[in-house]
Nanobody, 116 residues
Framework: QVQLVESGGGLVQPGGSLRLSCTAS????????MGWYRQAPGKQRELVAR???????YYVDSVKGRFTISRDNAKNTVSLQMNNLKPEDTAVYYC??????????WGQGTQVTVSS
């Protein structure tokens, strides 16, 4: 059973930075694309960034130039560096497999709140 554990969220002022981390247990990680999702109150969960096993990346337009996804295959971790945060980035952030793969059971996520 794959477990995904997210950490690193918190309260930050607009313009600030946070670094999220996700640790994946199990044997799926090393050759599997991974993604970061977020879900804001009252909104659907959306994929904001993904990274292939070889390091190719994709970002949704709203975070391009501000967020950077990276991975450490040796440690089974995927990270999301978030800079110049905006109030609209406030959400619970999750990691999981990106489409077209079926997502694994969702972790608890990590809350990011951007507010002055």
């Amino acid at each position: 059973q794959v477990q995904l554990v997210e950490s690193g969220g918190g309260l930050v002022q607009p313009g600030g930075s946070l670094r999220l981390s996700c640790t994946a247990s199990g044997n799926i990680f090393r050759f599997t694309p991974m993604g970061w999702y977020r879900q804001a109150p009252g909104k659907q969960r959306e994929l904001v960034a993904r990274i292939t096993s070889g390091g190719s990346t994709y970002y949704v337009d709203s975070v391009k130039g501000r967020f950077t996804i990276s991975r450490d295959n040796a440690k089974n971790t995927v990270s999301l560096q978030m800079n110049n945060l905006k109030p609209e980035d406030t959400a619970v952030y999750y990691c999981n497999l990106p489409p077209p793969a079926n997502p694994r059971p969702w972790g608890q996520g990590t809350q990011v709140t951007v507010s002055s």
